[in-house]
């Protein structure tokens, strides 16, 4: 998602942008927390016997668990070009009394003075502590749990699922709210973890830094940067290891393999694939994530496994193999156009192996755009024809990759499958079902029948602080009435999606903060849909209640 064009950018692409789409439909800078500038790392705890400034401006990170490895992430900024010696150490307990081992690694100008271990020799569904240290400093105390075994029995697991932070827009209290859960086995973000505008082109209630554009290496590394001095997000990854993918925003708005929309390629911006590699530098460099190919920075596409209750892949639809996405006045032409591709043939067929060969109970697709149909009516020609698709940036552009989709979950009689996705900054709940308008083909609720033309179903999370439709939320229950296969719509409120995950089902639940304009960790139950085992469907659920074996917090 991204702002309407502004001074001197001109449209370079065809059709409508999604910012463009959301319009027509439609604080202050961030500063250093007083305790880092004290000398105590911000987020809590950390201090040391160091002079001068401690390093640990960004706070602690893990990511990517597998059941014996784990990501850990630090920056120690640096005093001058130095090079910064920084000791890991990893504990059983919140106390730090149970030491399991340590590993030093040197941070350099290289990699941006970031820090990323891959600590193995680590034990399945475990909780650790853990604590960097560097210059005679200490990070503050951060908390990571490891993946379940291979095939081990696994009775719940629960997720936050989150996307879209507009730094511009407000405040991270759904990262604050989302922190003060215990018994998460990891966050599930799902792209525009930063946003490449500059200064009031996008939102206004923080300053960015740098002031513009974000295009250089530079740029890239000074945005996450202070993305990561945000206190809310500190707090998230201190007490949670997160499993991520990009979308645009890391990049440009409307980013696809060879272009993007907010890239205009004049003097002021670098050669297009130079600056999606800038991006993608940087996102390796401050992000917990493992690189899938090591060294290629251009992959990301990749599965972890949780047990035998979930297996998640992780795909990317925005910078691999995305081809410039359908004009939107012709997308009666779109669905023939078989050379337009979202995820690329190496990805799906990637994808089909998985879902094949896993044992998993449930199969959870984390991607970036809608999966599923979003129609209004249209004109006599567009009716005929089942109505008009309102994005093209959605699976709705890419239509022949969905139905690869749809044919490797029939074909393979594929059970379970839950795609979870971000990008467009509401709520969504909906069966996945290749002609949801078709009473031939899709039967929500018809009596009996038990087979309802649903393949699969999707979870779509709301934006941290991003703006939504809220122009059409007056009427989104309209919109959901014309849409069969929607059970739930909400285009305005901002929060996250819980999931909790069982043998007997999975289940989204759509909790949301009361405000972004000003601190609050306040935050409601809005509603919850589930997919039983084996059904392929939603139906309604119940709140979740939270686990009773929780780990301690990090202190």
């Known amino acids: 998602m991204g702002a309407p064009s502004r001074g001197r950018r001109k449209a370079r692409r065809r059709g409508i942008s999604r910012r463009a789409f959301l319009r027509g439909a439609g604080g202050s800078a961030l500063a250093l927390s007083a305790a880092a500038l004290a000398g105590c790392s911000a987020g809590g705890g950390g201090g040391g016997d160091g002079e001068g400034v401690n390093p640990f401006q960004h706070g602690t990170a893990t990511g990517d668990p597998l059941p014996e490895a784990i990501i850990f992430w630090t920056r120690a900024t640096p005093l001058a070009n130095e090079s910064i010696p920084v000791t890991l150490k990893v504990y059983a307990d919140p106390q730090l009394k149970q030491k399991i081992g340590e590993t030093r690694q040197t941070a350099s100008a290289d990699r941006d003075w970031t820090i990323k271990i891959d600590y193995t020799g680590l034990s399945p569904s475990t909780s650790y502590y853990y604590q960097f240290e560097a210059r005679g400093f200490k990070s503050a105390i951060g908390r990571t749990r490891t993946a379940p075994a291979a095939n081990a029995v696994i009775d719940r697991l629960r997720f936050g699922v989150v996307s879209c932070a507009s730094l511009a827009h407000g405040l991270f209290n759904v990262y604050g709210a989302l922190a003060a859960r215990a018994d998460l086995d990891a966050i599930l973000h799902l792209g525009d973890y930063i946003y490449e505008y500059g200064s009031g082109e996008y939102g206004n209630a923080r300053e960015y830094q740098p002031a513009n554009e974000i295009a250089t290496l530079s740029d890239y590394r000074t945005r996450h940067a202070q993305y990561k001095q945000d206190v809310n997000l500190q707090a998230l990854h201190r007490q949670n290891p997160f499993i991520t993918v990009w979308d645009d925003h890391e990049s440009a708005n409307d980013s696809y393999k060879d272009g993007a929309e907010n890239h205009q390629g004049n003097e002021d911006e670098p050669d297009w694939f130079l600056r999606k590699a800038n991006a993608q530098k940087a996102y390796d460099e401050w992000m917990p994530i493992r690189l899938p190919t090591p060294g290629d920075t251009n992959r990301i596409f990749r599965e972890l496994a949780y047990g035998n209750l979930v297996d998640l892949v992780m795909l990317d639809t925005r910078l691999y193999a995305r081809s410039l996405q359908c004009d939107l006045q012709a997308q009666l032409s779109c669905p023939d156009d078989t050379t337009r591709s979202l995820a690329g043939a190496e990805q799906l067929a990637w994808l089909e192996s998985r879902l094949k060969t896993s044992a998993a109970k449930w199969k959870l697709i984390g991607q970036q755009v809608m999966f599923g149909q979003l129609k209004v009516a249209g004109t006599p020609e567009l009716i005929a024809a089942g109505g008009v698709y309102l994005n093209m940036d959605q699976w709705d552009g890419y239509r022949a990759d969905r139905d690869r989709v749809f044919d490797m979950l029939d074909t393979n009689a594929i059970r379970n499958a839950v795609v979870l996705t971000g990008d467009i900054h509401s709520s969504w709940a909906m069966d996945l079902s290749r002609d949801p308008n078709n009473l031939l083909v899709y039967r929500p609720g018809l009596g009996p029948i038990e087979t309802s033309g649903s393949l699969a179903v999707e979870f779509v999370a709301p934006s941290v602080t991003s703006p939504g439709l809220d122009q059409l939320a007056p009427i989104q229950d309209v919109i959901r009435l014309l849409n069969p296969h929607m059970k739930y719509v909400d285009l305005s409120q901002h929060g996250y999606v819980l ?31 589930q997919a039983a085992d084996g059904k392929n469907y939603l139906s309604a659920g119940t709140q979740s209640t939270p686990r009773s074996d929780a780990p301690a917090m990090a202190g």
């Open 499 to 529: 999931l909790d995950v069982t043998p007997q089902r999975c289940q989204g639940e759509w909790w949301y903060v009361d405000t972004i304009d000003s601190a609050s960790q306040t935050e409601a139950f809005a509603a919850a849909w």
